[in-house]
Nanobody, 121 residues
Framework: QVQLVESGGGLVQAGGSLRLSCAAS????????MGWYRQAPGKQRELVAS???????NYADSVKGRFTISRDNAKKMVYLQMNSLKPEDTAVYYC???????????????WGQGTQVTVSP
């Protein structure tokens, strides 16, 4: 059984910072791409940032220059440092990862349960 568990959400004023963490646990042979998504009320889930095993990153235009994604492969963790937060960043943030439990099976997408980030004006 593979689990992704997020932490670090909360309430912050506009201009503030938060750091989200996500830990992968269970029977894991390897992890490919890890990322963060978010879903605001009434909107579709969108990609915020992703990072490959080698450290290549990709960001949504709306967060470029403000958010930084990083990962610790040894600890099976991914982080999202969010600076200069805006009210429009308010959403439930989900961790996602492509994981395979043994070498002989394809990668499978896993999701965390989500953590609420609320940015007040």
């Amino acid at each position: 059984q593979v689990q992704l568990v997020e932490s670090g959400g909360g309430l912050v004023q506009a201009g503030g910072s938060l750091r989200l963490s996500c830990a992968a646990s269970g029977i894991i042979f390897s992890i490919n791409i890890m990322g963060w998504y978010r879903q605001a009320p009434g909107k579709q889930r969108e990609l915020v940032a992703s990072i490959t095993t080698g450290g290549s990153t990709n960001y949504a235009d709306s967060v470029k220059g403000r958010f930084t994604i990083s990962r610790d492969n040894a600890k099976k963790m991914v982080y999202l440092q969010m600076n200069s937060l805006k009210p429009e960043d308010t959403a439930v943030y989900y961790c996602a990862a492509e994981i395979r439990s043994i070498m002989t099976v394809p990668y499978k997408n896993y999701w965390g349960q989500g953590t609420q980030v609320t940015v007040s004006p």
